[in-house]
């Protein structure tokens, strides 16, 4: 899907896992005023439950986050599922990264919780905007000079359902000439090297870059996840 209006331009592409239903969830909401608010989750699981889930937080959060920012948008996700449910079913549960970009403002915003990703095209280099919220991240954060085991990268420490003021965190970039957000489908099944020549040969088509980030998640051993990523462009 392809959104556009006269600064802001983004593009959004999904891909299921090998795994199905997908638990990834893509939305992009554009304001009157041309502000521009876009959502990426991953839903923890596979279940049509939390697919349905996964794909509601992600257009609240990004209607939200157009009127009142990322941090708001990401709050009012967390109480659509902050409840664990009176059924023996827990309430689903999802990481997101939410970004924001204001027509005629420079700025583009970005709010998350977990391990999806936003990446700021800065000067010919993707650049990192977000850190994980794993416990990896946090050991690396702490000091810890000790090895750090793969499980540990996979241990997520925040999710949208325990999402607080104090644990969503929020970047923001003003020499972009794009960002991109993702789920870990792609940034965990693509090298950083192919992210950043692939902006750098779409950059001015956030559409075809977002189709190619997410052809390009694959893995060696058989197993693809589910693949999203939305790119947001100022022209």
Known sequence: MTTE????????????GTAAPSGDAAAVHVQAD????????????????VAAVA??????????????????????????????GAS??????AVAVVATAEAGDDRIRVAWVGDCRAYALEHGRLRPLTADHNLAEQLVMCG?????V???????????ATAAVATVAEAWTTQA???VLTTDGVHDQVPHGV?????????SEPQALADALVAAAESGDGVRDDATAIVIRHT
């Open 5 to 16: 209006r006269t600064h802001v331009i983004t593009g959004a592409a999904t891909r299921d």
């Open 150 to 160: 793969r499980r540990s990268a996979q241990w997520v420490r925040t999710t949208v």
């Open 195 to 203: 992210m950043e020549a692939l902006a750098l040969k779409y950059e």
């Open 144 to 148: 810890y000079e000790g090895n750090v």
């Open 177 to 179: 000439s794009l960002v």
């Open 55 to 84: 794909q509601l937080l992600a257009d609240v959060a990004a209607r939200v986050a157009a009127r009142r920012g990322g941090l708001a948008g990401l709050l009012t996700a967390t109480e659509l599922v902050a409840d664990p």
């Open 34 to 49: 041309g502000t521009t608010a876009a959502a990426v989750v991953d839903g923890i699981g596979h279940s049509p439950r």
């Open 88 to 93: 023996d079913e827990p309430e689903p549960d």
